[in-house]
């Protein structure tokens, strides 16, 4: 995921904040007119002035959710604790509220006709899980441009420079996208596509120097600056949403690495197939951020800088997470060259290709939880019903995403040369990694940034501390991203359960 889902859909379009909200004023009585001869003089007195006000304001008792609806439109309208008191013998505001919410029966007509504004296009959703998973085949292209026969951290040489960058790129590339959505929300294309234009470069050459500064052979590095370019240009085009331009980028690279399983392609072509797919993805980037800059700027306040660092402390934690996962066995071994090899150790890499593959479905199950809640905050007649209906939407998204994830590793594995059928073990790391990550990218897209880029560097902590000392690495795993799910789930459903959250 690039960066945060907007938290109100189409916005920035025509109408859309008067569509968003509403202001109501409370109902005036009704004065009869002079002379009138069905009004009598003298209209009979309630014995409680709050029957009254429940009848005036019935249609909008109705509606509520919670008492605080009601108090809040009871004080735009002007009603001061004073007049609460003096007019219908309550001591402030809030208390009439309450009995106000308790006297009318909830009667809200439930989920209007309208399109859903969360409906998410699934066929949208594939396709970016795929431009998530096709960079993978870049690597069967780059297997001979590392040096196997000279080991470095455990890892042919130019490999510990290649992850090096990609985790900088993680990191740099989640604030950046997230910024430049800040932007977007703000309807000022001009200033996002500033944004990117600085950023997205900077980034590459911040992951390729750290690349360069751990070293290894030229061809590795080369291709490290090459990924580094091509993970800034692809942030550029997701952001803007220009994946199926993405997609026309990564072509040149999916013929490759299919031709390389029928014959055996020289080095210069493998470069140049490399070559084609980073300049194209280069220079789609360059023209949509041109036809931004085109576009009029807007007087707005900037987004928070305090979000922008979390979002990166948050790609940097769930990257070194998702790293763990795939070099675990390999670190471990670096750091303790004595230790007993970690059984089955081959089945991380059909775990990590379900995890890719299965990004384009978790991008769509966070759509279908925003949907299933604004659902919830139409027909729940309570704070407690609605939490309720949160909760559900979030345990049946989640253990959807779970069992789509092991189901693409049972559907991989076979594929995948000399690897066996993962163990329960393993699966466990691989689900609560998956859990951490789904709820994790949930809350990021409903604004809870510091807890979870804590939780996530917290769990990527304790991992590497592991590692450091002996330790097994699969055990880190479950340990690590299952703290870090056990964390986060209750998070979700406490804060997603307010319906302050969903508005």
């Given at each position: ?54 009848d005036r304001l019935a249609e909008l008792c109705a509606d509520a959710v919670h ?437």
């Amino acid at each position: 995921m690039s960066g945060p889902l907007r938290l109100v859909p189409d916005e920035g379009t025509p109408g859309w904040a008067e569509e968003t909200m509403r202001l109501r004023t409370l109902p005036r009585r009704r004065r009869p007119k002079l002379g009138s001869p069905t009004e009598p003089e003298h209209p009979p007195v309630s014995a409680d002035p709050l029957d009254e006000l429940a009848d005036r304001l019935a249609e909008l008792c109705a509606d509520a959710v919670h008492p605080y609806e009601i108090a809040a439109f009871l004080e735009s309208d002007g009603l001061t604790d004073e007049q609460a008191a003096l007019l219908y013998g309550r001591p402030d505001a809030f208390t009439l509220a309450e009995e106000l919410f308790a006297k009318v029966d909830r009667r809200y007509p439930g989920p209007v006709s309208s399109d859903n504004p969360w409906r998410a296009d699934p066929w949208r959703c594939v396709l970016r899980g795929l431009v998530f998973a096709l960079p993978g085949l870049a690597y069967l292209l780059g297997a001979d441009l590392f040096a196997p026969h000279r080991m470095r951290f455990g890892m042919p040489s130019g490999m510990a420079a290649t992850a090096a960058a990609t985790l900088v790129s993680w990191a740099w590339n989640q604030a950046l996208a997230h910024r430049a959505y800040a932007w977007l929300s703000r309807t000022d294309r001009h200033r996002a596509g500033l944004t990117l234009l600085i950023g997205a470069p900077a980034g590459a050459l911040l992951a390729g120097g750290t690349g360069w500064v751990l070293g290894g052979p030229l061809a590795a590095l080369l291709f490290t600056l090459g990924q580094s370019g091509y993970l800034a240009a692809a942030t550029v085009l997701l952001v803007l949403g220009r994946e199926k331009q993405l997609l026309v980028a990564l072509a040149p690279s999916a013929v490759g690495a299919l031709l390389v399983h029928v014959v055996q392609l020289p080095g210069a072509v493998r470069a140049a197939i490399l070559l084609a797919t980073l300049a194209t993805a280069v220079g789609l980037a360059g023209w949509d951020l041109l036809r931004c800059r085109r576009l009029p700027a807007t007087d707005q306040s900037s987004p928070s800088w305090s979000t922008t660092l979390a979002a990166g402390l948050f790609g940097l934690g769930v990257g070194t997470l998702t790293m763990i996962a795939g070099l675990g066995a390999t670190l471990h071994h670096a750091v303790s060259p004595g230790a007993p090899a970690v059984p089955n150790s081959a089945a991380a890499g059909p775990a990590l290709v379900a995890l890719t593959l299965s990004l384009g479905l978790a991008e769509w199950l966070l759509y279908r939880y925003r949907s299933l809640a604004t659902t919830a905050l139409r027909v729940s007649l309570s704070p407690g019903d609605f939490r309720r209906r949160t909760a559900l939407a979030l345990a049946g998204c989640l253990g959807g995403y779970l069992a789509a994830v092991a189901a693409l590793d049972y559907a991989v594995t076979p594929l995948w040369a000399s690897a066996h059928l993962i163990s329960p073990t393993q699966l466990a790391a691989l689900l609560l990694l998956s859990a951490a990550l789904w709820t994790a990218l949930l809350l990021q897209a409903l604004s809870v940034a510091w807890r979870t880029a804590g939780l996530a560097l917290a769990a990527a902590g304790f991992e590497i501390l592991t590692l450091l000392v002996g330790g097994d690495p699969v055990t880190a795993q479950v340990y690590g991203c299952g703290a870090a799910a056990v964390a986060l789930v209750p998070v979700a459903v406490v804060v997603l359960g307010r319906t302050t959250r969903h508005r």
